[in-house]
C-alpha cells in the first residue's frame, strides 16, 4: 500500500543543521525471551491477573506497546507467519487496543521522505485490527492501516513531505475499537529514506548520460 501526505509548516516545526540518522532500531531488537508490555494500554481489558509490564528496553522507542520475541508461542510465533521474510531481527513490537510506538525523529530537513514498514496480525484469533501511523501529530495515512488475523506480513509504505527542517515523534497507534480482543498489529523493519527532488533526478539523469556518451566514445 502506498499513500503520499504533504505536512505544511504549519505543525510546528523545528529548525535543525545536519541530517542525522533517521531511524533508530528500525528491526524494534528487544530483550524478552518471550513477550513484555513496555506499558500497558488504557483500553485493553482482555487480561486476566497481572499485565506483564515493564522496560521492554527496545532502543529507540517509547509508548504503550508490547516487545515480542519472533518465536513468542503466545502471540502465534508472528516470525513464523506467511511471507515472515519481512520480519528479520528475530523481534517484533505488537499495538493493542489504542497502544502506541513512537519514535522521536530529529534533523529532518525539508523535503520529500519515503516511510516503509512490515506488519502482520496474530494467528489464532477471530479479529483485523486497524491502526494508524502519524508525525508531528499529523495523521499520515488517508485510511487506516488493517492486519487481519493469519494473514502473514505485508509491505507498507506512505510518503510524506516537510516544509522546512524539522523534529517531530513519528507515532503508530492501535485501533480503540479492537480493546475487548487480542488482535494485535505486529510492526517490523521501520525504514525512512530521502526521496530525490525532480531537479536532483534531472541532474543525475544527465550525468549518467554523459558517462554512456563518454563510454562510448572511449569504445571507439
Known amino acids: 500500500m502506498f499513500k503520499k501526505i504533504f505536512i505544511a509548516a504549519a505543525i510546528g516545526a523545528v529548525a535543525f543543521g545536519a541530517q542525522a540518522s533517521i531511524v533508530t532500531n528500525g528491526s524494534l531488537t528487544g530483550n524478552t525471551g518471550n513477550y513484555i508490555y513496555n506499558a500497558a494500554p488504557t483500553t485493553v481489558t482482555q487480561f486476566y491477573g497481572s499485565v506483564p509490564t515493564g522496560d521492554a528496553d527496545v532502543t529507540g522507542w517509547t509508548g504503550s506497546f508490547v516487545s ?28 493493542q487496543a489504542d497502544g502506541t510506538l513512537t519514535q522521536t525523529l530529529t534533523d529532518l530537513q ?24 502519524s508525525f508531528n501529530g499529523v495523521t499520515l495515512d488517508l485510511t487506516p492501516f488493517t ?54 533526478l534531472l541532474m543525475m539523469a544527465v550525468a549518467t548520460l554523459g558517462l554512456l556518451a563518454w563510454r562510448r566514445r572511449a569504445q571507439v
Open 68 to 95: 515480542i520475541a519472533a518465536n513468542s508461542s503466545p502471540w502465534g510465533k508472528p516470525g513464523s507467519l506467511p511471507h515472515a521474510a519481512g520480519e528479520t531481527s528475530g523481534y517484533v513490537a505488537g499495538i
Open 147 to 200: 492486519t487481519k488475523a493469519g494473514a502473514g506480513w505485508n509491505t507498507e509504505s506512505v510518503e510524506f513531505t516537510l516544509a522546512q527542517a524539522t523534529t517531530g515523534d513519528l507515532t503508530f497507534t492501535g485501533g480503540t475499537s479492537y480493546a475487548n480482543t487480542d488482535a494485535t498489529s505486529f510492526i517490523d523493519n521501520v525504514t525512512i529514506s530521502a526521496v530525490p527532488e525532480p531537479a536532483s
Open 110 to 133: 525539508a523535503g520529500t521522505y519515503l516511510l516503509t514498514w512490515s506488519d502482520a496480525n496474530r494467528v489464532g484469533v477471530s479479529n483485523s485490527q486497524n491502526y494508524t501511523v
